[in-house]
């Protein structure tokens, strides 16, 4: 991990159920409220996926819960935020995305300096033969390290 960069959640059925051809890092727009939850890791991203809409990305189907020490002006916890990228980053997206099979998954939030980071993969959805072969190779692993941790505990 890198100085000053401290992961608050990670999509790791992203990374199950689509192979990642390439990621961008950008920022994301928050209200106050919705930071504070944030930093305190009250969100929900299971099926969100990211949308270029006039030349903005936008996140979908993020869920940001309330902050529950705040006033009356909390924030609305499904609305669509907008992600920070520059003009040829957002061209280069989209040409990626017209591509058939392509889409944007958010893969991971962290903090980076004090601010609010995306990690936003290109992805392309896995066939369930992929899934299965996933499966195996992680087994596989798993069964060398018993193996390999049997041998030196002997």
């Known amino acids: 991990m890198s100085e000053g960069k401290k992961i608050i959640a990670q999509n790791k059925k992203a990374r199950f159920n689509y192979s990642i051809e390439d990621s961008i890092e950008c920022g994301i ?85 004090g601010r609010v980071k995306v990690n936003l993969g290109v992805c392309r959805g896995k066939k369930q033969y992929d899934k299965r072969a996933d499966i195996r190779e992680r087994d596989v692993k798993r069964d060398l390290q018993r193996e390999f941790r049997k041998g030196l505990q002997e």
Do not use: C, M
């Open 29 to 113: 727009v928050l209200e106050g409220t919705e930071v504070k939850s944030f930093k305190t890791g009250n969100i929900s991203f299971p099926d969100s996926f990211a949308e270029i809409q006039k030349g903005e990305v936008w996140v979908k189907n993020l869920h940001i819960s309330e902050y529950p020490f705040s006033s009356v002006f909390n924030h609305d916890p499904d609305r669509p935020k907008k992600l920070l990228l520059k003009r040829d980053e957002i061209k280069r997206l989209e040409r990626k995305v017209e591509e058939k099979g392509f889409t944007l998954i958010p893969l991971d939030f962290y903090l980076k300096n």
